[in-house]
């Protein structure tokens, strides 16, 4: 948790501060989603997957020529298809990279793009005497200039199979905020319907609300505390997660009560359960706010 918290706060604060500059260079923003993203990334290494079943017989249907003959039944007499993969497909460990390395070199080498030295996944390029600035969370890119560029040289490469799906305007729905810059000179991160699925997958003894996510105790621990379940530790976990994605994004009041419960989240207690809940509490009375710069 403590490694992902890292990742959650470099990621999460370039993105404010690069909205923060569109926002005040009233910049022109778009945002783009690469189709079969992994696909367009040649793999660097052997990899084997087995198919099997339901799986390995769509594939016969897709080239039965040359894929029957390559057939094998496992023990239980289940057909076995083995294939080499080519591309990098989700679900493989280096997919993600394999894409970053893919675009970084593209928007690099071909279309002289900086990375900036702290965040690789942001790169910048003067055009028309103006900053034009992408920055991407895997396949998920946002793009900004005072006037649309770069976005068509993009599809040349990575809209070869199907389009690219391309969001312009002052609006943008982008890894589960909506990113307004519908007020001049400002920027708003809202994550409404975000805290609605929160709050309907919290526990139903966790019910009413809190002014505030913490209370003055926060910080104490009982090491002598009741453990709670196996299953409600796993809620607890999950929560904390995603309470956590919650604080970096657009509720930055959380960030406190949050940075607690990541250290408890492995071995929680009944009162590291009860000061989630309160978080949860405050949420509930408080689910329409919004970080504004």
Not at 66 to 73: G, L
Not at 96 to 107: G, V
Not at 214 to 225: C, G, I, M, R, T
Not at 234 to 248: D, I, M
């Amino acid at each position: 948790m403590q490694d992902e918290g890292r990742d959650l706060v470099t990621n999460s604060h370039n993105r404010s501060l690069v909205s923060h500059i569109d926002a005040e260079e009233e910049r022109d923003i778009a945002t783009v989603d690469t189709p079969g993203a992994f696909m367009h990334s040649d793999m660097d290494e052997l990899v084997h997957v087995r198919l099997s079943g339901p799986m390995a017989e769509l594939l016969v249907r897709v080239d039965p020529e040359k894929c029957r003959k390559h057939i094998v039944k496992d023990k239980k007499g289940n057909d076995v298809l083995y294939v080499e993969l080519k591309k990098a497909s989700c679900g493989a460990c280096q997919a993600a990279l394999l894409f970053w390395k893919n675009l970084s070199s593209y928007l690099v080498d071909e279309l002289g793009f900086t990375l900036n030295k702290y965040d690789k996944c942001v790169a910048n390029k003067v055009i028309n005497g103006k900053q034009c600035t992408i920055i991407w969370h895997v396949d998920d890119l946002k793009m900004s200039h005072v006037s649309p560029q770069v976005i068509e040289q993009l599809s040349e490469k990575h809209g070869k199979e199907a389009p690219l799906t391309v969001t312009r305007g002052r609006a943008h729905e982008h890894l589960g905020m909506t990113i307004d810059f519908s007020k001049k000179g400002k920027v708003k991160f809202i994550m409404n319907d975000y805290v609605e699925n929160l709050l309907s997958e919290a526990p139903k003894d966790v019910s009413g609300h809190a002014a505030t996510p913490a209370a003055h105790h926060l910080f104490s621990v009982n090491d002598k505390a009741a453990k709670i379940s196996d299953e409600d530790s796993e809620v607890c976990h999950y929560l904390t997660a995603k309470v956590l994605y919650l604080s970096k994004r657009a509720r930055p009041d959380l960030q406190t009560a949050v940075a607690f419960l990541c250290k408890r989240v492995k071995q929680p207690g009944v009162d590291d359960w009860k000061k989630l809940g309160r978080c949860v509490r405050h949420l509930r009375g408080s689910a329409d706010l919004f970080l504004t710069l």
